[in-house]
Nanobody, 123 residues
Framework: QVQLVESGGGLVQTGGSLRLSCTASGNISRIIAMGWYRQAPGKRRELVASLDARDGRQFADSVKGRFTSSRDNAKNTVYLQMNSLKPEDTAVYYC?????????????????WGQGTQVTVSS
């Protein structure tokens, strides 16, 4: 089994920055591809960033140029650096993992999920 624990959410003003962390424990040798999702009230969960086994990165159009992702294998942790935050970025953010080389756009393809962390951007 694999556990993912997120941290780093909070309240920030428009234009501010936050860095989310997602630390894995358990049978982590099976984790390769990671995804960052978010879900705002009344909206569907959406994929905002992904990081594959070769550290290939993809981002949703809504966050390109503002969000970056990285991985620290020694700490079993992936990060989502969020800059120039906007009120529309307000959501619960989740990290997700799957034992595959490539990421997926389908949330059902990720068997492991963190508990979520709230990000609130005030205007």
């Amino acid at each position: 089994q694999v556990q993912l624990v997120e941290s780093g959410g909070g309240l920030v003003q428009t234009g501010g920055s936050l860095r989310l962390s997602c630390t894995a424990s358990g049978n982590i040798s099976r984790i390769i591809a990671m995804g960052w999702y978010r879900q705002a009230p009344g909206k569907r969960r959406e994929l905002v960033a992904s990081l594959d086994a070769r550290d290939g990165r993809q981002f949703a159009d809504s966050v390109k140029g503002r969000f970056t992702s990285s991985r620290d294998n020694a700490k079993n942790t992936v990060y989502l650096q969020m800059n120039s935050l906007k009120p529309e970025d307000t959501a619960v953010y989740y990290c997700a993992a799957r034992n595959a080389i490539r990421t997926s756009t389908a949330s059902s393809e990720y068997p492991y999920w963190g508990q979520g962390t709230q990000v609130t951007v005030s205007s």
